[in-house]
Each structure stands twice: as structure tokens, then as C-alpha cells.
């Protein structure tokens, strides 16, 4: 899902590799179509599956599996934009799909097919009036990683290291076009109410269409990199507005590397709880002191080194969630030992989050209330304890058998209308692919829970 700098040397090849995109389908009509046409393929494949079976000839799941991912894949990777987003958003969720789509999509977090030399020129003649050639002393017209919204070019001016994130033509279009495409299909098979999941579509279209203006990520990642140059163990790129548009973006290029290469070279476990350290720190700054959160925080958007013990290099500031007062009081109060220990605040405080509504029946109330008491003790016990290891691999397994838990409640899967904030999208999406890295990391940390108690 990254869409900025990657390691100095060269990604790992991928199925995609070698493979170019000349050109998106960014209308309607086109999207559609390419929509259409992978829905077929995959229903040719569970009809292959079922007829081998039917013939008494094996066939495995999992190849169903992997056959069908391989085919979403491509058709999101070719689409780009919001669709592709969805399948990285995914891809964190370990617990969510099966693994041959949870490891497929994971490849959109740091690799899908890049933009053709000649139309990366053409974005780059319309921003600027001239040719990449012509603006940086030295321009690497491959990309050296392509996402979801842009991919990035490695270059040079002035004798330093620049990373450019070229946007995607048309994307803030297809993202629009995207949502009204799927909105009525998803309204009309899950049987919702538009009125009720109209703020939760309007906060996932905000969100999304501010990746797409980098004038804006400039702004917001200055500012954040700036407030948090304090803390410990953290690398932000410098921006360069001159070399930046709405659809062009220049920064420093960071050395490091992503998670994945990081943890095959076998780091320490002290430089792991350091690395995790300044990850939680940096989240920890930004939620109770500036009120706004990197909220994509997937292993593509940071890179790890192990200079002075270990450096966390933060990157892509595309999707920041600004958090209204009342909100951070809300979502904070929710996590304390007081509101689990007081069934009372707790069912107040989930009313207030439009958890719990007034015209559900009794039973359904103390359903929600046992439901979200069970969750917020086990998700929230960092919070509470002082020092966290996110390497006990019991905690893991307690979130695993929760969220599998969840899934199979009959209450939750016939829900049919949403349920609690729409600011708690993107607040969630953070605390998952933050403890996600955490867990990777296997990292010890001071949540400084102590202190948080005697404010």
C-alpha cells in the first residue's frame, strides 16, 4: 500500500514483475467492465472446482483459493485506486481471508505493476511543462515501487536523493465513480439503508480522496514531522514544494528497509523493542497530543534500519485522520479500567458511540454490551499495562479466537445496519496495523499506561 520511498536496492521481484501498465481504466464504463470480467473468470473457476469434484477428481481449496485471489489481484492491481486500497486494508487483517488472498494482497502494501516509461513522462510533462529528464538532474524512469494511488521514481538534483511519487492518471475520478458503482450493489445485497451508511461512505470517500492530493500530504506530513521531531528513533523525508504538485510529490529518499527484508536479516531483540518503541511512541504523540493520526500504518509506509540501536523512517502521509475533541474523549474513556469495572459507564459510553441505540430491545442491548466489554478488554489491555509484549504469542491467539468468535455470532453476521462512530473507521484501522507491525516485530514496550493514570 505504500506509496512513497522504498529500500535502496532493488525490490524483490514478484509475480508482476516485468509487467506495465500503458494505461488505466479510469471511466465508469471501463471500470465496470473490468469488474464484469473478473467476476466471470472467477465463477468459471468455482465451476472447474465443483465439477472435478463432482467427477470424483481432487480438488483442493486451496487451489480455488489461489486461483481466484491470483485473478483479483490482477484486476485490482490493473484498476488501481480505491478498489486496490480495500484489498491492502485486507491484507492487515490476517484473520479476514483466506491466506492465499491475505498473502496476494499483501503484495499491493509494497508491489503491484508500474505505469509504462512513456506515460510516467506524459504525468510529468502536464505537471510541469517538461520532461522528468528536464526537471531532475538524474530520473530512474522504473519505478522502484507502485501501489494503490501513485508509485514512486528514484532521483536526483543537486546532489541529493530525491524519492518522486508520480499519481496515478485519473485516480481521484475512478475513486469517485468506484463508490458509486458499488454503493447501490452493496445496498441492494446486504439489505442497508443508505441513510444509515451514508456518514460511514462519506468518511471512507473523504479519507481516500485526500490521498489523492499531494499538496495536501506535503502540508500535513511538514507539519506532523516538525511536531514530532522530539521523539526518539524516528526519520521523516524532507518535502520540496518547488518539485511538487496536486499529483507530483518530491521528498528525501530515506534509507531502510521494509519489515519483511528487515526481519530476514535477524535483528536483535533489543533493536526490535526499540524499532517498536518509537512506533508506539509516534502513534501514542500523535493520538493524545496533536489529535490527528497517520492512520495507514502498513509495513510499505515505514522503514526499519538499525542505526543507533533502530531507526523507524515513517513515510506516506496521504491518510491522515483528524480526530474531533469529543471523539478522542470518547474513544480514550472507552479503553480505561473504570469503564470495564462499570457496566453502567460502559453502556452509557457506547450509547454515546451509537453502539448501543435506544429502540434496541433488552437482550439486544446486553448482547452489544457483553460483546464490546469482551473486546475492549482484550484489544485495549495495552493500554492498560505499563509494559506490553507484543511477542506473547498468547495474546495473539486471544485475539484470533475473539475475532473468530465474533464472526460466527449469529447477532453479528445477520446485522444489517452499522453500528458505533464513523470516526472509529480510521482510529481502528490504526490501532490494527499498528499492532500488526508490533506483533511482527515481536516488540516489548512502555505503553506509559502509568503515566496516562496519574493525569
Given at each position: 500500500?505504500?506509496?512513497?520511498?522504498?529500500?535502496?536496492?532493488?525490490?524483490?521481484?514478484?509475480?508482476?514483475?516485468?509487467?506495465?501498465?500503458?494505461?488505466?481504466?479510469?471511466?465508469?464504463?471501463?471500470?465496470?467492465?473490468?469488474?464484469?470480467?473478473?467476476?466471470?473468470?472467477?465463477g468459471?473457476?468455482?465451476?472447474?472446482?465443483?465439477?472435478?469434484r463432482?467427477a470424483?477428481?481432487?480438488?483442493?481449496?486451496?487451489?480455488?483459493?489461489?486461483?481466484?485471489?491470483?485473478?483479483?489481484?490482477?484486476?485490482?492491481?490493473?484498476?488501481?485506486?480505491?478498489?486496490?486500497?480495500?484489498?491492502?486494508?485486507?491484507a492487515?487483517?490476517?484473520?479476514?481471508?483466506?491466506?492465499?488472498?491475505s498473502?496476494?494482497?499483501?503484495q499491493?502494501?509494497?508491489?503491484?505493476?508500474?505505469?509504462?516509461?512513456?506515460l510516467?513522462?506524459?504525468?510529468?510533462?502536464?505537471?510541469?511543462?517538461?520532461s522528468?529528464?528536464?526537471?531532475?538532474?538524474?530520473?530512474?524512469?522504473?519505478?522502484?515501487?507502485a501501489?494503490?494511488i501513485?508509485?514512486?521514481?528514484?532521483?536526483?538534483?543537486?546532489?541529493?536523493?530525491?524519492?518522486?511519487k508520480?499519481?496515478?492518471?485519473?485516480?481521484?475520478?475512478?475513486?469517485?465513480?468506484?463508490?458509486?458503482?458499488?454503493?447501490?450493489?452493496?445496498?441492494?445485497?446486504?439489505?442497508?439503508?443508505?441513510?444509515?451508511?451514508?456518514?460511514?461512505?462519506d468518511?471512507v470517500?473523504?479519507?481516500?480522496?485526500?490521498?489523492?492530493?499531494?499538496?495536501?500530504?506535503?502540508?500535513?506530513?511538514?507539519?506532523?514531522a516538525?511536531?514530532?521531531?522530539?521523539?526518539?528513533?524516528?526519520?521523516?523525508?524532507?518535502?520540496?514544494?518547488?518539485?511538487?504538485?496536486?499529483?507530483?510529490?518530491?521528498?528525501?529518499?530515506?534509507?531502510?528497509?521494509?519489515?519483511?527484508?528487515?526481519?530476514?536479516?535477524?535483528?536483535?531483540?533489543?533493536?526490535?523493542?526499540?524499532?517498536g518503541q518509537?512506533?508506539?511512541?509516534?502513534?501514542?504523540?500523535?493520538?493524545?497530543?496533536?489529535?490527528?493520526?497517520?492512520?495507514?500504518?502498513?509495513?510499505?509506509?515505514?522503514?526499519?534500519?538499525?542505526?543507533?540501536?533502530?531507526?523507524?523512517?515513517?513515510?506516506?502521509?496521504?491518510?491522515?485522520?483528524?480526530?474531533?475533541?469529543?471523539?478522542?474523549?470518547?474513544?480514550?474513556?472507552?479503553?480505561?479500567?473504570?469503564?470495564?469495572?462499570?457496566?453502567?459507564?460502559?453502556?452509557?459510553?457506547?450509547?454515546?458511540?451509537?453502539?448501543?441505540?435506544?429502540?434496541?430491545?433488552?437482550?439486544r442491548?446486553?448482547?452489544?454490551?457483553?460483546?464490546?466489554?469482551?473486546?475492549l478488554?482484550?484489544v485495549?489491555?495495552?493500554?492498560?499495562?505499563?509494559?506490553?509484549?507484543?511477542?506473547?504469542?498468547?495474546?495473539?491467539?486471544?485475539?484470533?479466537q475473539?475475532?473468530?468468535?465474533?464472526?460466527?455470532?449469529?447477532?453479528?453476521r445477520?446485522?444489517?445496519?452499522?453500528?458505533?462512530?464513523e470516526?472509529?473507521?480510521?482510529?481502528?484501522?490504526?490501532?490494527?496495523?499498528?499492532?500488526?507491525?508490533?506483533?511482527?516485530?515481536?516488540?516489548?514496550?512502555?505503553?506509559?499506561?502509568?503515566?496516562?493514570?496519574?493525569?
Amino acid at each position: 500500500m505504500s506509496d512513497h520511498t522504498s529500500t535502496p536496492d532493488a525490490p524483490v521481484p514478484g509475480p508482476d514483475a516485468g509487467r506495465q501498465l500503458a494505461s488505466l481504466p479510469t471511466t465508469k464504463v471501463a471500470r465496470a467492465a473490468r469488474f464484469a470480467k473478473t467476476g466471470l473468470k472467477v465463477g468459471a473457476n468455482y465451476v472447474k472446482h465443483y465439477a472435478k469434484r463432482a467427477a470424483g477428481v481432487a480438488s483442493e481449496t486451496d487451489d480455488l483459493h489461489a486461483a481466484n485471489a491470483a485473478e483479483l489481484y490482477g484486476a485490482l492491481s490493473e484498476m488501481k485506486g480505491s478498489v486496490l486500497k480495500v484489498a491492502q486494508m485486507l491484507a492487515m487483517e490476517k484473520n479476514m481471508l483466506p491466506t492465499a488472498y491475505s498473502d496476494r494482497f499483501a503484495q499491493a502494501q509494497y508491489q503491484s505493476p508500474p505505469l509504462s516509461g512513456p506515460l510516467v513522462t506524459k504525468v510529468l510533462r502536464d505537471a510541469f511543462g517538461r520532461s522528468p529528464f528536464e526537471v531532475f538532474d538524474e530520473f530512474d524512469i522504473n519505478a522502484r515501487q507502485a501501489a494503490s494511488i501513485g508509485q514512486v521514481h528514484r532521483a536526483c538534483k543537486d546532489d541529493l536523493e530525491l524519492a518522486v511519487k508520480v499519481q496515478y492518471p485519473g485516480v481521484a475520478d475512478s475513486i469517485r465513480s468506484d463508490i458509486r458503482l458499488v454503493k447501490p450493489i452493496a445496498l441492494r445485497v446486504l439489505g442497508l439503508d443508505e441513510a444509515q451508511v451514508r456518514p460511514y461512505l462519506d468518511e471512507v470517500e473523504t479519507r481516500l480522496l485526500e490521498e489523492t492530493n499531494y499538496a495536501l500530504e506535503l502540508q500535513r506530513g511538514t507539519e506532523i514531522a516538525a511536531e514530532c521531531a522530539h521523539l526518539a528513533h524516528l526519520q521523516f523525508p524532507r518535502y520540496y514544494p518547488e518539485l511538487s504538485t496536486n499529483r507530483v510529490l518530491t521528498m528525501d529518499w530515506l534509507p531502510g528497509q521494509h519489515l519483511k527484508e528487515f526481519l530476514a536479516t535477524d535483528p536483535s531483540q533489543q533493536v526490535r523493542n526499540q524499532l517498536g518503541q518509537a512506533l508506539w511512541d509516534f502513534y501514542a504523540f500523535q493520538l493524545h497530543t496533536l489529535h490527528r493520526v497517520h492512520a495507514d500504518p502498513h509495513p510499505g509506509n515505514f522503514l526499519l534500519r538499525v542505526d543507533d540501536g533502530g531507526t523507524v523512517g515513517v513515510l506516506d502521509f496521504g491518510c491522515v485522520k483528524e480526530i474531533p475533541a469529543d471523539v478522542y474523549e470518547l474513544f480514550t474513556a472507552l479503553l480505561t479500567p473504570e469503564t470495564l469495572a462499570d457496566e453502567a459507564r460502559l453502556a452509557a459510553l457506547l450509547t454515546r458511540a451509537g453502539v448501543l441505540r435506544p429502540d434496541d430491545s433488552p437482550a439486544r442491548q446486553a448482547f452489544y454490551r457483553q460483546t464490546m466489554q469482551a473486546s475492549l478488554e482484550l484489544v485495549g489491555r495495552p493500554f492498560r499495562q505499563a509494559t506490553f509484549d507484543f511477542g506473547d504469542p498468547e495474546y495473539m491467539a486471544a485475539l484470533y479466537q475473539l475475532g473468530n468468535e465474533l464472526m460466527q455470532e449469529p447477532e453479528l453476521r445477520q446485522q444489517r445496519e452499522p453500528r458505533g462512530s464513523e470516526h472509529f473507521i480510521y482510529l481502528n484501522r490504526t490501532y490494527v496495523g499498528l499492532y500488526a507491525l508490533l506483533t511482527e516485530l515481536r516488540a516489548s514496550v512502555q505503553t506509559g499506561a502509568d503515566d496516562t493514570a496519574k493525569d
